[in-house]
């Protein structure tokens, strides 16, 4: 009889990829405690010992690990070119994670994400980007969120009804890059 493979340790990250697996294939509504202790084959309450403050602690983690978005631009690199980096990568990790799109629409930016909106200003900076670093990051932030607000509805990944498997769309992609530009310019027109 082959040895029993012993548990795979509980930690925060384990957490945050099951739930992210239920809402994305569930929907945020069928996130609960007890279904995520039971992807984890753990008792719900174990869940609580990385998350004190439960269900609450877990759509902030859910919230910030998808709008905690990095990227190292190379030097050198125009702001518009560091911008269009960021906002790319913010639309990736929002389209791979369509079922918490609502929690990074309504949760304030906390810990990491708030660190890199501050990274994020500082490179547009020290790129140039003359004027109000933190407006010229808030406008894109919202330009990025919402256009994929309406790339998730468009792609009828949200109706329960649907096989759509991918909130990604051609079409979402080519009007991204076009919005992003028309952002871009008129960000450089008005010196932020």
């Given at each position: 009889m082959p040895a029993k493979r012993p548990p795979i340790p509980l930690s925060l990250e384990?957490?945050?990829?099951?739930?992210?697996?239920?809402?994305?294939?569930?929907?945020?509504?069928r996130l609960t405690m007890r279904r995520l202790g039971d992807a984890l084959q753990v008792e719900a309450m174990a869940i609580y010992h990385h998350l004190p403050r439960?269900?609450?602690?877990?759509?902030?983690?859910?919230?910030?690990?998808?709008t905690a978005v990095r990227v190292e631009p190379a030097d050198g690199t125009a702001w518009q070119d560091r911008a269009r980096a960021w906002a790319r990568a913010g639309r990736a990790a929002l389209l791979e994670h369509p079922g918490v799109l609502s929690l990074a629409l309504t949760k304030p930016p906390k810990g990491a994400a708030l660190i890199a909106i501050r990274e994020q200003a500082e490179q547009l900076r020290e790129a140039g980007l003359e004027g109000d670093a933190p407006g010229a990051v808030r406008t894109l932030?919202?330009?990025?969120?919402?256009?994929?607000a309406v790339e998730v509805q468009q792609s009828g990944w949200?109706?329960?009804?649907?096989?759509?498997?991918?909130?990604?769309?051609?079409?979402?992609?080519?009007?991204?890059?076009?919005?992003?530009?028309?952002?871009?310019?008129?960000?450089a027109?008005?010196?932020s």
């Open positions: 384990r957490i945050l990829d099951a739930a992210l697996h239920i809402a994305d294939g569930q929907g945020l509504r439960g269900k609450d602690a877990l759509m902030d983690a859910l919230a910030e690990h998808v932030r919202a330009y990025v969120f919402g256009s994929v949200a109706d329960p009804d649907a096989a759509v498997r991918d909130a990604r769309t051609t079409e979402g992609e080519r009007e991204f890059e076009r919005g992003l530009d028309a952002l871009l310019a008129g960000l027109a008005t010196g």
